[in-house]
């Protein structure tokens, strides 16, 4: 029960990874608070986690409009208290719009720079001053090895996410004084509904390129994240942290 008496948040923690985290934030005591534009499939989860009606609230609402994450932060810190670990999960790339640079279009890029990046500064920016102010907090930012690797037709999502680390280690340096880490997390290949749309020999090929030989699990970060947010981790900011199988070595 390592984060007793936490506050945690999770954005896009409806599915996927961010549900991995959020879950894993409450099997260790922490009360969670997460917004997804679909919270349902985690909502169901839930159904086995005791208390999970009185240490987890459920918001849906988009994390790209800035009116409805201040409400939710808001509602976050009446309800449960200030917040007290932020994962920065939210964030996706262009998917089916995905394509060769030359033929992408800028529409797009603003999308997956939105979602992916301007997301992560925006949460970061309303939990960061209370955080300073109490000297204690815990800021993890989901980045990707696509921004190490430099994906052949994810450039845009490479460039925001290689924003991210960025941003993490600049936030990271100026609040470490205070007492608050910022870390990133880059996952590559983790099994989640995006997969189940690729085809056989897209995942073969992806499996091939990865050292330990298979797809990770949302619990495969979820891990890492409760490491970097427990106080195990409280000498350590502003650092990226690979969760690939081995596909890019730092």
Partial sequence: ?????????????????????????????????????????????????????????????????????????????????PVDLLFNNVGQSARERSGPFIASEEATWRFVLEVSLLTTMRASRRVAPGMRERSFGRIVNMSSDAALVGDSGLADYATAKMGVIGFTRALARELAPHGVTVNAVCPGAIRTRAHDKLKPEVLARIVADTPAGFIGAP????????????????????????????????
């Avoid at 608070?33 to 240490?55: F, G, N, S, T």
């Avoid at 979820?222 to 195990?232: E, Y």
């Fill in 219 to 250: 619990e495969d970060i979820a891990a890492a994240v409760s490491f970097l947010a427990g106080d195990d981790a409280r000498f350590i900011t502003g650092q990226t942290l690979l969760i690939d199988g081995g596909r890019w070595m730092v």
């Fill in 1 to 81: 029960m390592k984060f007793d008496h936490r506050i945690a948040v999770v954005t896009g923690g409806g599915q996927g990874i961010g549900a991995a985290a959020a879950l894993r934030f409450l099997d260790e005591g922490a009360r969670v608070a997460v917004l997804d534009l679909d919270c349902a499939p985690l909502i169901e989860q839930l159904a086995a986690v005791p208390d999970a009606a009185a240490r987890c609230l459920c918001v849906a609402g988009d994390c790209t409009d800035a009116a409805i994450v201040c409400a939710f932060f808001d509602r976050v810190e009446a309800e449960l208290g």
